[in-house]
């Protein structure tokens, strides 16, 4: 019984912990603004040669922390979410509050994966 606990218990962790690349919070701006595009099933063979969150966890570190920099950048700059993928999906922009919410996740995870954390 106990076995059999364990592999439940074990089959729930890592099936979470996959989902889990992303704090809830940030998930769900990268699901709404960022997905269509940038993650595994996109039609967009340039937008995932930048960068796929379906495959996030399999990134070399120093992968990561230059990308953590580009999103910011690019959020910041107005230059993600594209206008011509706004101009079809206007709900997609990101507001004042998701852009600055990124950005300070993506410095502070940057900071921590150099830590070594």
């Given at each position: ?16 912990s996959e989902e889990q690349a992303f704090p809830d919070d940030i998930g769900m701006i990268l699901e709404s ?32 922390i230059g990308l953590l920099g580009d999103v910011c950048k690019m959020v910041e700059e107005g230059k993600m ?37």
């Open positions: 019984m106990a076995g059999i606990l364990f592999l439940f218990l074990q089959s729930f962790i890592s099936e979470h603004a960022c997905f269509d595009c940038h993650a595994t099933g996109a039609k967009s063979e340039k937008a995932l040669k930048a960068v796929n969150f379906s495959d996030w966890e399999e990134y070399r570190l120093t992968k990561k979410p594209p206008e011509k993928y706004l101009e079809h999906k206007p709900d997609r922009k990101m507001s004042e509050v998701q852009t600055k919410l990124l950005c300070e996740w993506t410095k502070k995870e940057a900071e921590k994966l150099m830590q070594g954390e």
